[in-house]
């Protein structure tokens, strides 16, 4: 999907697709009203799952509701719905549920009993706890991005992927990654307009038989129109999640850095310590990322591009920086841009950058430092800092 998806000057140029705001995509899924509905702050043992993905902000814009969630996503667009299933919680009926993120709530779509989806993920035998899914709503990105869309999903995933590890380690839980086959999309009432991407499980697998659900769940389109792109649809279930978790920090601040993440548009440079800057070069990434970090601006630090926390290229990149992310200009402000690499062109690992630049995210809130994540650039450019290919860059700075 890199050639059919790359950035040029041509590409961009050539471009003249009109966005109408107003005919934009529903961006929340939104189950019956007669659904039986919970309020997840009402269940102490699932704040874990309240904590994962949420709202943190709402306001009106031109006269409709904005919203900005605890994860970011590019262009604000959030192709993403949650589900779990819930088997033998205190005070919550076993049964399937949608995530209702706007009203903090579970809806329930099927009550269960010796019936699961457990068979559905890989299991023989009943799940006590949570099985939780994630699944991706093209249309919502592609709306805006076209095929592009295809980094960004995976890119999203990556953030809500790691909002998700953060939360359970925060609440010391544990968890197993399964495996979606065959028939799960189907059997949870979904068509080419949503699809399950990944599924983890927080609970214990038990001796008790489970046999599979027999008949799919209530079929509810995820927005209120739909454009199916084959390409995309084709290219999403072709490519199975592997990815690769790493632990996180910052445990002991998680629900006070959840609540005020937010992507940074400006930056301050002169806001930022030295010693802040050292710490971000050491964030853990997955194995399989290169991580290139331009420093662009310091107190006393050379700058540079750096790996593995040394420079090893001293020089003033700004200009070619700003150029590489598509001439936008807030990225001179910036102390550093983190360049997010891997030999392979994939969607895991796509995942495992974003599930980095959550860390990231999480990291700078910590330190009280601005942070952007930026999924546009110019593919071809990207081979001057390395060999390897690009899949997205973070933007790190002093706040205003």
């Known amino acids: 999907m890199r050639e059919e998806t790359c950035l040029t000057r041509d590409s961009l140029a050539q471009n003249n697709r009109y966005l109408d705001w107003d005919s934009q995509p529903a961006m929340f899924k939104h189950y019956p ?15 874990w799952l309240e904590q994962t993905r949420c709202i943190s902000d709402k306001r009106l814009i031109a006269q409709a509701p904005y919203y900005r969630l605890n994860v970011p996503s590019a262009g604000n667009l959030h192709p993403l719905e ?23 709530e579970l809806v329930m779509i099927a009550e269960i009993a010796q019936e699961g989806i457990e068979p559905f993920l890989g299991l023989e035998h009943r799940f006590n706890g949570a099985l939780l899914m994630i699944s991706m709503v093209p249309f919502r990105s592609s709306w805006k991005y076209g095929l592009r869309a295809w980094r960004y999903l995976y890119l999203d995933l990556g953030h809500q992927i790691g909002s998700f590890l953060a939360s359970v380690e925060h609440f010391g839980l544990t968890l197993t990654k399964m495996f979606p086959q065959e028939g799960l999309n189907r059997i949870m009432g979904m068509g080419k307009d949503e699809i399950i991407a990944a599924a983890y499980g927080i609970g214990e697998l038990t001796s008790r038989s489970v046999t599979p659900l027999c008949m799919p769940l209530m079929r509810v389109s995820p927005t209120d129109y ?31 850095i959840n609540a005020a993440r937010r992507s940074a548009r400006e930056f301050y440079a002169p806001a930022m310590r030295d010693e802040v800057i ?7 990434a997955s194995s399989n990322l290169e991580i290139v970090a ?22 003033n990149f700004v200009t070619e920086c700003v150029h590489l992310l598509l001439d ?25 950058a974003g599930i980095y630049a959550q ?16 999924g546009a650039f110019y593919d071809n450019e990207a081979s001057l800092w390395s060999q390897k290919l690009l899949l997205y860059a973070v933007a790190v700075g002093g706040k205003i």
Not at 335 to 342: E, K, P, Q, S
């Open 33 to 47: 009203h007669f659904c039986y509905r919970l309020k997840l702050s009402d269940i102490p043992s699932l704040q």
């Open 226 to 256: 739909t454009i199916i792109d084959d390409t995309l649809y084709d290219a999403i279930v072709s490519e199975p999640i592997t990815s690769k978790s790493v632990k996180t920090a910052f445990t002991e601040s998680f629900l006070e």
């Open 278 to 284: 050292t710490t971000l070069l050491n964030v853990t």
């Open 359 to 374: 860390e990231l995210y999480r990291a700078c809130e910590y330190h009280g430092v601005g942070c952007s994540g930026i």
């Open 328 to 352: 936008q200009r807030f990225i001179a402000g910036a102390n550093m841009v983190l360049l997010i690499y891997a030999n392979d062109f994939r969607a895991s690992t796509h995942v495992d």
């Open 294 to 315: 331009l420093l662009l601006q310091a107190q006393s630090m050379q700058t540079g591009m750096y790996r593995n926390g040394k420079c090893t290229v001293r020089g």
């Open 82 to 104: 949650i589900y779990v299933q819930l088997r033998n919680i205190s005070g919550v009926l076993s049964g399937i549920y949608h995530l209702d993120v706007v009203n903090s």
